[in-house]
């Protein structure tokens, strides 16, 4: 589960605010008006602000779409994104109508994006990277949403936004205005996991690691020892691939190990307080050389994939389930995608998740202090920005049990294309105990009646279905994924949970936006980061550590560190 997309718009503020302020209630405009918020029309008219309210007349919304293939299989073949049921029943609702400036295919997002930004064609409703979101808000590209929020937010929109004490929207500010709606989860999602398989475990022998002497151990046998048992030399220990800390089977927890926090993923450096109370960069102290010199001899022995510096994730993902690799660092959502291909393809396959190992039993996750990699924006000149925090609240709202039935994936809705979406920021959680209250009291439907219903009923009926071995709504693995990576107290957010209560975890201190230094050096460094350490793991001398070290400084990176400690200097403590 990926975080996921940003988004954008543009507009004259203190002309936008004047018409505004003249005209009639947002219920009565229309796409065409003046530009101005609804929340200023209220206070004209003294009508009470509508959360879920329908417009008079149509109001159009303009977005982009990054996107990849429904993730639920029972979804029409062939559905496009403009035809996503999610649309017309927003239509149907709120009278609000989404318009496409463009779609593509998620790989050609970022390019695609750019460009956008680059000639200021930008649609109404923007999904932002931190670093995107950056260089609008100093365009003055971004519309103040304090008050479209403070007149139109849900209940449950402000309980989910509040949830931190406001800590998250208060990143997104700037004097006092909110410039953004972050989409922020429970930071443990983050938290690295190592997910094995058993049946190799127990065809030959071998007890699941505590440490990674341990793991050394398993991986070599994985690798030398048939663990298929099919009599070939076709396995490998460690699942790995190109970019060696991004979102998905990478590296970050085999670091994690070491004692090492180089990243908290997506290449994002990651900063460690030190003795003094000073931050510093994980990326370049003594633990990673360490960690390197193991992944130099995992390489040399076939551990790792001789050709893992050439695959992608989409590569890494066929190894892993074509049963050619039977171990993979990662989060907690595996089991949803792609373990649970791995499990309709072979029936044998049995994966656990576990603790990470350490040097002398378990290790130690890095876990960020704020976990938001997207938010959502407004172009300044959208006549209606109360109109995205209406939509906002529409997505949670048919997620409550009185829509059970009425939004499936069977009748074209597909959810991962619907934007803009917030998440209740402990999803998740609330997933995992409801689920297992409702299992403990023995109940045989859910009874919860809250905006959390659909997805707790979603996954108390997977586990329900794959213990019976129904598959007439999901696969073995799709019911396997959805509970094991949920709800079960040996799968991914079980383990997670463990790692949080027993302090198994170092935090990731930095969490404000991205400093000048990194805008606009970032990519250079982390260029510096993979070439060097892909070089060192295929066999270069461990020595070309210490010299990447000087040149990371050199480029940026004592500047980066600078500004990091200025930034934290200002936090209070």
């Given at each position: 589960?990926k975080w996921?997309?940003?988004w954008?718009?543009?507009?004259?503020?203190?002309?936008?605010?004047?018409?505004?302020?003249?005209?009639?209630?947002?219920?009565?405009?229309?796409?065409?008006?003046?530009?101005?918020?609804?929340?200023?029309?209220?206070?004209?008219?003294?009508?009470?602000?509508?959360?879920?309210?329908?417009?008079?007349?149509?109001?159009?919304?303009?977005?982009v779409?990054?996107?990849?293939?429904?993730?639920?299989?029972?979804?029409?073949?062939?559905?496009?994104?403009?035809?996503?049921?999610?649309?017309?029943?927003?239509?149907?609702?709120?009278?609000?109508?989404?318009?496409?400036?463009?779609?593509?295919?998620?790989?050609?997002?970022?390019?695609?994006?750019?460009?956008?930004?680059?000639?200021?064609?930008?649609?109404?409703?923007?999904?932002?990277?931190?670093?995107d979101?950056?260089?609008?808000?100093?365009?003055?590209?971004?519309?103040?949403?304090?008050?479209?929020?403070?007149?139109?937010?849900?209940?449950?929109?402000?309980?989910?936004?509040?949830?931190?004490?406001?800590?998250?929207?208060?990143?997104?500010?700037q004097?006092?205005?909110?410039?953004?709606?972050?989409?922020?989860?429970?930071?443990?999602?983050?938290?690295?996991?190592?997910?094995?398989?058993?049946?190799?475990?127990?065809?030959?022998?071998?007890?699941?690691?505590?440490?990674?002497?341990?793991?050394?151990k398993?991986?070599?046998?994985?690798?030398?020892?048939?663990?298929?048992?099919?009599?070939?030399?076709?396995?490998?220990?460690?699942?790995?691939?190109?970019?060696?800390?991004?979102?998905?089977?990478?590296?970050?927890?085999?670091?994690?190990?070491?004692?090492?926090?180089?990243?908290?993923?997506?290449?994002?450096?990651?900063?460690?307080?030190?003795?003094?109370?000073?931050?510093?960069?994980?990326?370049?102290?003594?633990?990673?050389?360490?960690?390197?010199?193991?992944?130099?001899?995992?390489?040399?022995?076939?551990?790792?994939?001789?050709?893992?510096?050439?695959?992608?994730?989409?590569?890494?993902?066929?190894?892993?389930?074509?049963g050619?690799?039977?171990?993979?660092?990662?989060?907690?959502?595996y089991?949803?995608?792609?373990?649970?291909?791995?499990?309709?393809?072979?029936?044998?396959?049995?994966?656990?998740?576990?603790?990470?190992?350490?040097?002398?039993?378990?290790?130690?996750?890095?876990v960020?202090k704020?976990?938001?990699?997207k938010?959502f924006?407004?172009?300044?000149?959208?006549?209606?920005?109360?109109?995205?925090?209406?939509?906002?609240?529409?997505?949670?709202?048919?997620?409550?049990?009185?829509?059970?039935?009425?939004t499936?994936?069977?009748?074209?809705?597909?959810y991962?294309?619907?934007?803009?979406?917030?998440?209740?920021?402990?999803?998740?959680?609330?997933?995992?105990?409801?689920?297992?209250?409702?299992?403990?009291a023995?109940?045989?439907?859910?009874?919860?009646?809250?905006?959390?219903?659909?997805?707790?009923?979603?996954?108390?009926?997977?586990?329900?279905d794959?213990?019976?071995?129904?598959?007439?709504?999901?696969?073995?693995?799709?019911?396997?994924?959805?509970?094991?990576?949920?709800?079960?107290?040996?799968?991914?957010?079980?383990?997670?949970?463990?790692?949080?209560?027993?302090?198994?975890?170092?935090?990731?201190?930095?969490?404000?936006?991205?400093?000048?230094?990194?805008v606009?050096?970032?990519?250079?460094?982390?260029?510096?980061?993979?070439?060097?350490?892909?070089?060192?793991?295929?066999?270069?001398?461990?020595?070309?550590?210490?010299?990447?070290?000087?040149?990371?400084?050199s480029?940026?990176?004592?500047?980066?560190?600078?500004?990091?400690?200025?930034?934290?200097?200002?936090?209070?403590?």
């Open positions: 589960m996921n997309k940003p954008k718009m543009i507009l004259v503020a203190t002309m936008t605010l004047s018409v505004l302020s003249a005209c009639s209630s947002p219920a009565k405009d229309s796409a065409g008006s003046s530009p101005q918020t609804s929340s200023k029309e209220e206070k004209t008219s003294d009508a009470p602000p509508e959360p879920l309210g329908k417009y008079a007349d149509t109001v159009t919304v303009t977005e779409l990054g996107y990849n293939p429904p993730e639920d299989p029972r979804t029409p073949k062939g559905i496009t994104p403009d035809q996503n049921a999610y649309l017309k029943d927003l239509k149907d609702m709120m009278n609000i109508e989404v318009k496409y400036k463009w779609t593509v295919p998620n790989s050609q997002y970022e390019q695609k994006f750019s460009l956008a930004m680059a000639s200021a064609d930008l649609p109404d409703i923007l999904e932002l990277s931190q670093k979101f950056e260089k609008l808000k100093n365009q003055g590209m971004l519309a103040d949403l304090t008050q479209a929020y403070n007149d139109y937010a849900s209940p449950e929109l402000k309980k989910y936004m509040e949830s931190d004490g406001g800590f998250a929207m208060k990143t997104f500010s004097d006092g205005k909110l410039l953004a709606m972050p989409a922020f989860e429970d930071p443990f999602l983050s938290t690295q996991l190592l997910w094995l398989r058993k049946d190799w475990l127990d065809a030959l022998k071998l007890q699941p690691p505590k440490t990674m002497d341990d793991l050394d398993i991986a070599e046998a994985f690798t030398k020892n048939d663990p298929d048992q099919n009599g070939k030399s076709d396995t490998y220990g460690v699942a790995l691939q190109k970019n060696l800390f991004f979102w998905g089977y990478d590296l970050r927890g085999f670091f994690n190990g070491f004692g090492a926090y180089p990243s908290d993923g997506n290449n994002q450096t990651a900063w460690v307080k030190d003795s003094g109370g000073k931050l510093i960069p994980g990326l370049i102290q003594p633990e990673v050389k360490t960690a390197l010199g193991k992944l130099q001899s995992w390489y040399k022995d076939g551990i790792l994939d001789k050709e893992f510096a050439l695959k992608d994730d989409t590569k890494t993902v066929e190894d892993i389930v074509a050619k690799v039977g171990i993979v660092y990662g989060e907690w959502w089991p949803n995608f792609p373990l649970n291909n791995s499990v309709d393809k072979d029936p044998k396959a049995d994966w656990i998740a576990i603790q990470i190992p350490g040097l002398d039993g378990p290790g130690k996750s890095l960020p704020i976990r938001s990699g938010a924006a407004v172009n300044k000149s959208m006549k209606h920005p109360e109109a995205a925090i209406k939509m906002l609240n529409y997505y949670i709202e048919v997620g409550k049990k009185k829509y059970q039935g009425k499936e994936a069977k009748d074209g809705f597909v991962n294309w619907f934007n803009p979406r917030i998440y209740n920021p402990a999803s998740i959680d609330t997933i995992y105990t409801e689920v297992n209250k409702a299992l403990d023995k109940q045989t439907e859910i009874t919860l009646d809250d905006e959390n219903f659909k997805d707790v009923e979603r996954v108390f009926k997977a586990r329900n794959y213990l019976s071995g129904n598959t007439e709504t999901g696969s073995k693995g799709v019911n396997w994924g959805l509970y094991f990576s949920r709800a079960a107290k040996d799968g991914g957010w079980g383990t997670t949970r463990k790692i949080k209560e027993s302090g198994a975890f170092v935090n990731n201190e930095f969490y404000g936006l991205p400093t000048e230094a990194q606009e050096k970032g990519a250079q460094l982390d260029k510096l980061m993979q070439e060097s350490f892909t070089k060192i793991i295929m066999g270069a001398s461990l020595d070309e550590f210490d010299k990447f070290v000087q040149s990371w400084k480029l940026g990176g004592d500047q980066v560190t600078q500004e990091v400690n200025d930034w934290y200097g200002k936090q209070e403590k």
